[in-house]
């Protein structure tokens, strides 16, 4: 715990025998209550590692996609009473390191969401990310800097946290199960007024390390400009589906498949 408040890491993990265990053990773990992975129908040993690590696993009967599963984090997370959660890859891209940093960030009450960022410091370059993606990010961010009137260094990160509060009240149900997730929920933090906070945090881009290709950066790219549209069209009133105040929030009444533990609602 930080300040009395139970911090709990999730990861979402698709194929991450390979990283899994050197993420796991660069967690400083007595800053951290619980940590729970969830398993998106893996074809390697994902799910077997995590158990020999003791992990509190949750295996996809089918995949679900990247949003998919950040959602069955959530709610894992939620039901484990979870004050703050931290959601980090393990693909060992980003380091585990910063988690006791940016989760006081938000258990003392200075920031509702943390985002680390590869952009501050400039550490992505430096770490491999490849220049079609440097040059994407930049410009996506500074084109939803505009449309939200916020400073913020990247909006792409995967290496986040959350209040509960903002896992409750934010109508995360209804946004994407693919890759676009993690947007539609920064602009949903925006857009319900909560602050967000930034860390800067080295990377590291590997054989090993999980990457979208380049047919499905560029759908993400304008999967990002809609989303920035929809905010915008929100902000001067119009009524848009994603920002409407009436979606659904996370079902934590859900059943979900533990791996590693007896059967658990």
Known sequence: MINNKKIVVIMPAYNAEKTLEKTYNEIYQNFVDEIILVDDFSEDATKEIAKKLDITTIVHENNKGYGGNQKSCYK??????????????????????????????????????VIASRMLGHSALKGGMPLYKYISNRFLTEFENFVTGQKLSEYHTGFRGFTREILEKLPLEDCSDDFIFDNQMLALTLYNGYRIGEISCPTKYFKEASSINFFRSCKYGLEVLLVSLKYRLSKIGLSVNLFNGSGRILNTDEKLNYYNIRNSN
């Open 76 to 113: 894992a997370a939620l039901k484990a009473g979870a004050d703050i959660v931290i959601m980090l890859h393990p693909d060992y891209q980003y380091t585990p390191k910063l988690i006791p940093a940016m989760a006081s960030m938000m258990a003392f009450g200075e920031y509702d969401a």
